[in-house]
């Protein structure tokens, strides 16, 4: 499958401050997608990052606190936008082609103090 | 929307023993079921897969089963090893979006 490489492997950010965390696929692909994970806890999805639009949400996240981009099919931002020590967590981009297997970046380790 | 529960959340077994995690869906549109293996610090990696039009797959030490009816699928794996210690994670994936939801995952002791 194909390889993401996502930056920065972690971070420790100042509260109020935004973050923005990259992921750079080495193909095309279909579909990508953001989720965070706290220590110890499953995968909670946070967008479908669309190719050319608006990024689609799940419910309880907001696009003023997680803007989203994906300019083509093989890049895709996600800003943790206003941090407080909440946002606190391991965020995780994952790529897919249509419904198949989700490969994902190392994951991004922020810590907001 | 897809909801995907996952038992047990902790597992402890001996060397060589049986393993086995069980999970439920809740949308019945859903007819794509990974399973991942994470490592401390380390990203989830696709272990085995399975689709609706079949109801069991083999990959060596490692099967899993699906009953649609029954909205559960399971991942069994036998003559378990201490490299097998990890978390374990069921997903379901929905047609149409193509989203993976995750169950809560297992984590998985392996006593030597």
């Known amino acids: 499958s194909a390889v993401i490489s996502q930056k920065p492997s972690r971070d420790i950010c100042q509260r109020g401050t935004s973050l923005t965390i990259q992921c750079q696929v080495d193909s095309q692909v279909t579909m990508m997608f953001w989720y965070r994970q706290q220590p110890g806890q499953s995968l909670t999805l946070i967008a479908t990052?669309?190719?050319?639009?608006?990024?689609?949400?799940e419910s309880g996240f907001v696009i003023d606190k997680f803007p989203i981009s994906r300019p083509n099919l093989t890049f895709s931002t996600l800003t943790v936008s206003n941090m407080s020590p909440e946002d606190s967590s391991i965020y995780l981009c994952?790529?897919?082609?249509?419904?198949?297997?989700?490969?994902f970046g190392q994951g991004t380790r922020l810590t907001v103090v | 929307g897809e909801n995907v529960e996952q038992h047990p959340s902790t597992l402890s077994v001996q060397e060589g023993d049986s393993a086995v995690i069980k999970c439920t869906y809740s949308?019945?549109?859903?007819?794509?079921f990974p399973w991942y293996k994470q490592e401390l610090g380390k990203r989830p990696q696709l272990i085995i897969d399975?689709?609706?039009?079949?109801g069991e797959k083999k990959d060596q030490r490692i099967a899993v089963t699906l009953n649609k009816t029954a909205k559960h699928f399971s991942l069994h794996i036998t003559e378990t090893q201490p490299e097998d210690s990890a978390v374990y994670f069921c997903a379901a994936s929905i047609t149409g979006g193509f989203k993976t939801i995750f169950g809560a995952g297992t984590r998985l002791f392996v006593k030597a």
């Open positions: 399975i689709r609706s039009n079949v």
């Open positions: 949308d019945s549109a859903s007819n794509y």
């Open positions: 994952s790529g897919q082609q249509g419904q198949a297997e989700a490969f």
């Open positions: 990052a669309n190719q050319g639009s608006e990024a689609t949400y």
